[in-house]
């Protein structure tokens, strides 16, 4: 074995000699940390950027006021405390005195300010407004004390601004209007250099209120293809990856020296009915589809079995036994006899749309949930098509039935008052009014109470399954992998990238 | 003389229409630059919002006057602005610009280096075992998609060997020459393996109906060797396919290798403009494609005067 092993590395040798590489795979640095992922930033600015990467980044170099733990608690971030009025209308943070900009200011109540009314003012087009909409006024009656002013309590606001979209920027910044191409934070990198599509490059920032970061710096290289990013890390280019799609991720356990973090996630898989076109206004049809899917097949076939069966809540704290909730165990049957006594005894054609490679799952389930539907007579047509034309379909809800990936926040509130109040902004998408779920979710954003809120919710969640304007499929995992060497990576359900602020290559 | 400035009459109007039809087409396309960044998010933003990113965007305004406003921009030298580079158009491409150039031209020594030599070669064995082993390696090379070949060539390298050139971080030429090189050796063999099978099926094919001709037969009963014949008298005769070939091929590269710069993580021209699509960067687009056809059009303009050189008996322009 020995002997062959070397014959192997010689031939290899050979090989990169005749190749002219010159730099075959450089020993690990202890210093910067290199990391790859497939998908770039797609802007600076984080009060309007939203996309995935594009938080991972930002959330390295902002900071918010509070951010989540990998247990989804509120923890200290720029305010090192806050509390409620006795009556939930007034919201107080003390701001961490060491907090400091990276051009040397002191955070101050006044950037606090400034950012928030930046966020609500409409000019900016920041998506979070939304999530603030309570707010009032701001006061900062000195530079250490930022008041929130609510017009009604707001359990949830707490939450919310713990997202790297609620990011505390400089005033100053603001003002000069140059957000989005400078970036100026108080997190525990800085940016360096960013060149779109290709790398970034971070440099710890010996500053930062939290302490020294345990490594100098963070390259992030943009590897458009997964298994390049896992060929780079066999070779040891490469000390820590993002990963998007299953059947590479899983390959990571396989290769010596290389570990894998899985983390379930708070986006959740759905397909999504549109009950405002026929046959998916009649209660029966949307429930025998419900019926119909067999949510651990599509795992099981889509996903490698990578992830778990869900229904509408996926944060830990707050969701039920899935097998609790409405024919969450398939049952052709029952389908059969609701579609039938809906009027469809025959079944139905439809549509579903899906977006190519977006997740990299959305075509096989889509292809598993034509298969299971058939069995009930539903002939189902799938239409992939480029993310861009899918979104802009999705929000018109120009479609039958969407193969979805829809992302999770930390509360239900601010994760489903979207879609299931009827004031929710994209009920223009989801097309489902429903006096009991409004009422719940108000209920639950008034809540003060843990467990008052959790028992709002659970049943919130009984009754959107069983109403079945869409159905909840599986919640997948969030992958990240790393050399054995890279130490202290704690990953959450949120997918935050912050804890690298605390990682280590020994 | 007046062929070339006939040709060069043309190239602003056709410069022209390209900008155009890709000015249209891209915002044909469902989606803009709000959903690109935003994703389904953008359903939360309120009509004032979204009326102020479409400002910031430069998409407020109807298309005629967006399209307007890029060409009267053009014209004083101004591709305009990336958004999501927050920089010039024209810097950006020409950062890019480089590699892409590299890259065509390695893979084009790469094909011609293997397939002229191999074309000949089976044409002077024609029929014969070696002839057919050629024939068939060069099916194979025409019929295998790249991307197949380039994750294969990583997997072995990667899984079987233990090596491999760097990547995620490039190395310009001028920086450091062996990394460069060491970088773009296995994408140009990757994009030069079925250039090379398509340059061997030709140049053979080619040379198979020259060794036929008279003058060669001529020169072959005036004694001059058969190494004298094929080199000196055929060849030069045979390249006149390969070169138009290599023409088309060169100037296809130089829009950008799009999935060989994704498998190796190549910053190059085909990933910036696909990005550039999928985000929604139109005047990145615009400024893109429109460099793309400037230099296809130099290429064939090229290509054409390269026949003069090569046989005497072609005169452009006359007829």
Same mark, same amino acid.
């Given at each position: 074995?020995?002997?062959?092993?070397? /014959?192997?590395?010689?031939?290899?040798?050979?090989?990169?000699?005749m190749?002219?590489?010159?730099?075959?795979?450089?020993?690990?640095?202890?210093?910067t940390?290199?990391?790859?992922?497939?998908?770039?930033?797609?802007?600076?600015?984080?009060h309007?950027?939203?996309?995935?990467?594009?938080?991972?980044?930002?959330?390295l170099?902002?900071?918010?006021?509070?951010?989540?733990?990998? /247990?989804l608690?509120?923890?200290?971030?720029?305010?090192?405390?806050?509390?409620?009025?006795?009556?939930?209308?007034?919201?107080?943070?003390?701001?961490?005195?060491?907090?400091? $900009?990276?051009?040397?200011?002191?955070?101050?109540?006044?950037?606090?300010?400034?950012?928030?009314?930046? #966020?609500?003012?409409?000019? %900016?087009?920041? +998506?979070?407004?939304?999530?603030?909409?309570?707010?009032?006024?701001?006061?900062?009656?000195?530079?250490?004390?930022?008041?929130?002013?609510?017009?009604?309590?707001?359990?949830?606001?707490?939450?919310?601004m713990?997202?790297?979209?609620?990011?505390?920027?400089?005033?100053?910044?603001?003002?000069?209007?140059s957000?989005?191409?400078?970036?100026?934070?108080?997190?525990?990198?800085?940016?360096?250099?960013?060149?779109?599509?290709?790398?970034?490059?971070? !440099?710890?920032?010996?500053?930062?209120?939290g302490?020294?970061?345990? !490594?100098? &710096?963070?390259? #992030?290289?943009?590897?458009?293809?997964?298994?390049? @990013?896992?060929?780079?890390?066999?070779?040891?280019?490469?000390?820590?990856?993002?990963?998007?799609?299953?059947? =590479?991720a %899983?390959?990571?356990?396989?290769?010596s020296?290389?570990?894998?973090?899985?983390?379930?996630?708070?986006?959740?898989?759905?397909?999504?009915?549109?009950?405002?076109?026929s046959?998916?206004?009649?209660?029966?049809?949307?429930?025998?589809?419900?019926?119909?899917?067999?949510?651990?097949?599509?795992?099981?076939?889509?996903?490698?079995?990578?992830?778990?069966?869900? &229904?509408?809540?996926?944060?830990?704290?707050?969701?039920?036994?899935?097998?609790?909730?409405?024919c969450?165990?398939?049952?052709?049957? /029952?389908?059969?006899?609701?579609?039938?006594d809906?009027?469809?005894a025959?079944? $139905?054609?439809?549509?579903?749309?899906?977006?190519?490679?977006?997740?990299?799952?959305?075509?096989?389930?889509?292809?598993?949930?034509?298969?299971?539907?058939?069995?009930?007579?539903?002939?189902?047509?799938?239409?992939?098509?480029?993310?861009? !034309?899918?979104?802009?379909?999705?929000? /018109?809800?120009?479609?039958?039935?969407?193969?979805?990936?829809?992302?999770?926040?930390?509360?239900?509130?601010?994760?489903?008052?979207?879609?299931?109040?009827?004031?929710?902004?994209?009920?223009?998408?989801?097309?489902?009014?429903?006096?009991?779920?409004?009422?719940?979710?108000?209920?639950?954003?008034?809540?003060?109470?843990?467990?008052?809120?959790?028992?709002?919710?659970?049943?919130?969640?009984?009754?959107?399954?069983?109403?079945?304007?869409?159905?909840?499929?599986?919640?997948?995992?969030?992958?990240?992998?790393?050399?054995?060497? *890279?130490?202290? $990576?704690t990953? %959450?359900?949120?997918?935050?990238?912050?804890?690298?602020?605390?990682?280590? +290559?020994? | 003389?007046?062929?070339?400035? &006939?040709?060069?009459?043309?190239?602003?109007?056709?410069?022209?229409?390209?900008?155009?039809?890709?000015?249209?087409?891209?915002?044909? *396309?469902?989606?803009?630059s709000?959903?690109?960044?935003?994703? %389904?998010?953008?359903?939360?933003?309120?009509?004032?919002?979204?009326?102020?990113?479409?400002?910031?965007?430069?998409?407020?305004?109807?298309?005629? =006057?967006?399209?307007?406003?890029?060409?009267y921009?053009l014209?004083?030298?101004?591709?305009?602005?990336?958004?999501?580079?927050?920089?010039p !158009?024209?810097?950006?491409?020409?950062?890019?610009?480089?590699?892409?150039?590299?890259?065509?031209?390695?893979?084009? #020594?790469?094909?011609?280096?293997?397939? +002229?030599?191999a074309?000949?070669?089976?044409a002077?064995?024609?029929?014969?075992?070696?002839?057919?082993?050629?024939?068939? @390696?060069?099916?194979?090379?025409?019929?295998?998609?790249?991307?197949?070949?380039?994750?294969?060539?990583?997997? @072995?390298?990667?899984?079987?060997?233990?090596?491999?050139?760097?990547?995620?971080?490039?190395?310009?030429?001028?920086?450091?020459?062996?990394?460069?090189?060491?970088?773009?050796?296995?994408?140009?063999?990757?994009?030069g393996?079925?250039?090379?099978?398509?340059?061997?099926? #030709?140049?053979?094919?080619?040379?198979?109906?020259?060794?036929?001709?008279?003058?060669?037969?001529?020169?072959?009963?005036?004694?001059?060797?058969?190494?004298?014949?094929?080199?000196?008298?055929?060849?030069?005769?045979?390249?006149?396919?390969?070169?138009?070939?290599?023409?088309?091929?060169?100037?296809?590269?130089?829009?950008?290798?799009?999935?060989?710069?994704?498998?190796?993580?190549?910053?190059?021209?085909?990933?910036?403009?696909?990005?550039?699509?999928?985000?929604r960067?139109?005047a990145?687009?615009?400024?893109?494609?429109?460099?793309?056809?400037?230099?296809?059009?130099?290429?064939?303009?090229? +290509?054409?005067?390269?026949?003069?050189?090569?046989?005497p008996?072609?005169?452009?322009?006359?007829?």
């Open positions: 074995m020995a002997i062959r092993t070397t /014959k192997t590395r010689l031939t290899g040798m050979a090989v990169a000699a190749l002219g590489i010159a730099a075959v795979a450089a020993p690990a640095q202890a210093e940390l290199r990391m790859a992922w497939a998908q770039d930033a797609t802007g600076l600015d984080p309007k950027q939203t996309a995935f990467p594009s938080l991972r980044l930002l959330e170099v902002y900071e918010p006021l509070v951010r989540l733990d990998s /247990k608690q509120i923890m200290p971030a720029i305010a090192e405390s806050w509390e409620y009025s006795a009556d939930g209308k007034t919201l107080t943070f003390m701001i961490d005195a060491d907090a400091k $900009f990276q051009n040397g200011a002191p955070v101050t109540s006044a950037d606090v300010k400034a950012s928030f009314e930046r #966020i609500l003012n409409e000019e %900016t087009g920041a +998506v979070a407004r939304a999530n603030f909409l309570s707010i009032d006024g701001i006061d900062a009656p000195d530079a250490n004390t930022v008041v929130f002013n609510l017009s009604q309590p707001d359990a949830p606001m707490l939450t919310a713990t997202d790297i979209n609620a990011a505390v920027l400089p005033a100053s910044e603001i003002a000069a209007g957000v989005g191409t400078k970036t100026v934070g108080s997190g525990p990198f800085s940016l360096e250099k960013w060149d779109p599509n290709s790398k970034a490059t971070l !440099v710890a920032n010996k500053d930062w209120a302490g020294m970061p345990g !490594v100098d &710096g963070i390259d #992030i290289s943009v590897f458009p293809d997964e298994s390049a @990013i896992l060929a780079a890390m066999r070779t040891k280019q490469i000390d820590f990856a993002l990963m998007n799609d299953p059947l =590479i %899983t390959l990571v356990p396989r290769e020296g290389l570990q894998l973090n899985r983390e379930a996630v708070l986006s959740y898989h759905v397909l999504q009915l549109n009950p405002s076109r046959p998916f206004t009649e209660l029966g049809v949307r429930q025998a589809i419900s019926c119909a899917i067999d949510r651990q097949q599509i795992l099981d076939t889509a996903s490698l079995g990578e992830g778990r069966v869900t &229904g509408p809540l996926t944060i830990p704290a707050y969701a039920s036994d899935p097998n609790s909730l409405f969450y165990t398939r049952d052709v049957e /029952k389908a059969k006899k609701l579609l039938a809906a009027g469809y025959d079944g $139905f054609s439809t549509t579903v749309i899906a977006a190519t490679g977006e997740p990299p799952t959305a075509a096989s389930e889509a292809q598993v949930i034509q298969a299971q539907l058939a069995e009930i007579g539903i002939t189902v047509e799938i239409e992939m098509m480029e993310l861009n !034309v899918y979104i802009d379909r999705w929000l /018109k809800a120009d479609f039958d039935m969407a193969v979805a990936l829809n992302g999770g926040r930390a509360d239900p509130f601010t994760m489903y008052n979207r879609y299931w109040t009827k004031a929710g902004n994209l009920q223009k998408v989801s097309n489902y009014i429903d006096d009991t779920l409004d009422s719940l979710m108000m209920k639950g954003r008034a809540e003060t109470d843990p467990a008052a809120r959790k028992e709002t919710f659970a049943a919130f969640e009984k009754h959107l399954a069983e109403m079945s304007p869409w159905i909840w499929l599986y919640n997948s995992y969030n992958y990240t992998a790393q050399q054995d060497n *890279v130490k202290g $990576f990953p %959450t359900p949120t997918g935050s990238l912050f804890s690298l602020s605390e990682v280590t +290559v020994e | 003389m007046n062929y070339l400035t &006939g040709r060069l009459v043309t190239f602003p109007l056709v410069l022209l229409g390209v900008s155009l039809i890709v000015f249209i087409a891209i915002r044909l *396309v469902p989606g803009d709000i959903t690109a960044m935003l994703g %389904t998010e953008a359903g939360l933003l309120t009509p004032k919002q979204r009326e102020a990113l479409a400002a910031y965007f430069g998409i407020d305004q109807p298309w005629f =006057i967006q399209y307007w406003r890029w060409l921009d014209f004083h030298g101004d591709l305009g602005v990336s958004v999501t580079y927050g920089r !158009v024209l810097d950006v491409i020409l950062e890019r610009f480089p590699l892409t150039l590299e890259l065509a031209l390695l893979s084009m #020594i790469v094909a011609l280096l293997v397939g +002229v030599p074309g000949v070669y089976a002077t064995h024609n029929e014969q075992p070696s002839d057919l082993g050629v024939r068939i @390696i060069a099916m194979v090379g025409q019929s295998t998609p790249n991307f197949v070949l380039g994750l294969v060539i990583i997997y @072995i390298l990667s899984a079987g060997f233990g090596i491999l050139p760097v990547m995620g971080t490039f190395t310009s030429i001028w920086q450091d020459p062996l990394t460069n090189l060491s970088q773009m050796i296995l994408p140009a063999v990757t994009l393996f079925a250039f090379a099978a398509s340059v061997t099926r #030709i140049s053979r094919s080619a040379m198979l109906d020259i060794l036929k001709d008279d003058y060669v037969r001529t020169a072959r009963s005036k004694g001059a060797s058969s190494r004298a014949v094929i080199w000196r008298h055929a060849l030069p005769n045979a390249l006149i396919p390969v070169v138009t070939l290599s023409g088309i091929e060169f100037s296809y590269l130089l829009g950008g290798a799009v999935i060989v710069e994704q498998i190796f993580a190549l910053p190059g021209l085909g990933r910036l403009v696909l990005d550039a699509i999928l985000q960067d139109y990145l687009v615009q400024g893109t494609v429109l460099f793309i056809a400037f230099n296809v059009m130099v290429v064939n303009l090229l +290509v054409d005067l390269a026949y003069a050189t090569l046989d008996r072609i005169r452009l322009g006359e007829r």
